[in-house]
């Protein structure tokens, strides 16, 4: 009977744990909602309701003209374009640099790989702010300035060494079994990767280019300093200057550029959340 009664114990703590563990999820969750909810709220509110502040977070006559206004704007799809297309290009460059490492470090045996694992994990911590100011001189004598060709070699650098630990952990998990019956058959290393390896490993692939790419779409240093001319900007540098190049340059229009540069991450990050997870604990499940 004692252990029957330690067992419903066990149960109710773990069962009182878990209600606490969703309600500071939920707690936490509000807190980094509201922002948003804030700016949604002044995103829909005509001129005359955006004097309101505080008074009234849900508008009374909500309209969607401040969208319509930047989504007919040329500079403001330009800025969009540029970021996608920069984001975009950093991204596979990312995955493409990270795929032979990665393939290296899961399935060679060599002197020294988990410190340079670490190594390549470490360099993930360090600031943009700290490489900025040699980034900049350097991009200057390389006559790299104001080229998209930067900015993309940056956001490759930047995205590489946590698609090499994703990537990694993608190929552990693909049995070796299936590499050595193609050695077996006359197929070499690169055509065994190309062939069957690189195709098994697509849903890591896919989570590291969308965490590249997602992580490239909000970066704003990098390319400010990289990119001087207005026409070159993503979205995430010329956000803040967009509100004064608008024939309407008021605080509700500032909002819905806001929303409208944010939501693509947001709504991509969401819909593939169960890839994303799945291929980061894919490693664990099969340890």
């Known amino acids: ?28 969750g509000v807190f980094f909602a509201l922002p948003f909810a804030w700016l949604l709220s002044l995103a829909v509110r005509t001129p005359a ?7 009234r977070f849900i508008p009374q006559a909500p309209t969607l003209d401040n969208f319509a206004l930047i989504l007919s704007d040329p500079a403001f799809l330009t800025y969009l374009w540029n970021g996608l297309k920069l984001s975009a290009a950093g991204a596979t460059l990312a995955v493409l640099l990270a795929i032979p490492a990665a393939y290296a470090a899961s399935r060679l045996d060599f002197k020294g790989k988990n410190a340079i694992l670490v190594g390549i994990l470490a360099v993930q911590m360090i600031s ?13 004598a390389l006559d790299l300035l104001n080229r998209d060709l930067s900015v993309i070699a940056v956001y490759g650098a930047l995205g590489m060494p946590l698609a090499v630990w994703l990537l990694k952990v993608t190929f552990d998990a693909i049995p070796k ?56 900007w993503p979205i995430s540098v010329a956000i803040f200057n967009f509100a004064g190049s608008t024939s309407a340059s008021t605080t509700q229009v500032l909002a819905a550029a806001c929303i409208v540069a944010v939501l693509p991450a947001v709504a991509v990050f969401v819909a593939l959340q169960r890839m994303i997870v799945s291929a980061l604990v894919v490693g664990a499940v099969k340890g």
């Open 1 to 28: 009977m004692s252990g029957l009664r330690m067992s419903r114990l066990r149960m109710t703590g773990d069962r009182w744990g878990d209600v606490a563990t969703y309600l500071l999820l939920g707690v936490l």
């Open 49 to 55: 309701e955006v004097y309101l502040g505080a008074a």
């Open 128 to 140: 943009p702010l700290v490489i900025l100011v040699p980034l900049y001189r350097w991009m200057v």
């Open 177 to 232: 079994d299936l590499e050595e019956a193609a050695a077996i058959d006359g197929a070499s290393r690169l055509t065994t990767l190309l062939r069957i390896t690189l195709p098994l490993a697509r849903p890591g692939i896919a989570s590291a280019f969308i965490l590249a790419m997602v992580t490239n779409w909000s970066q704003f240093l990098i390319p400010f300093i990289l990119l001087e001319r207005d026409g070159d």
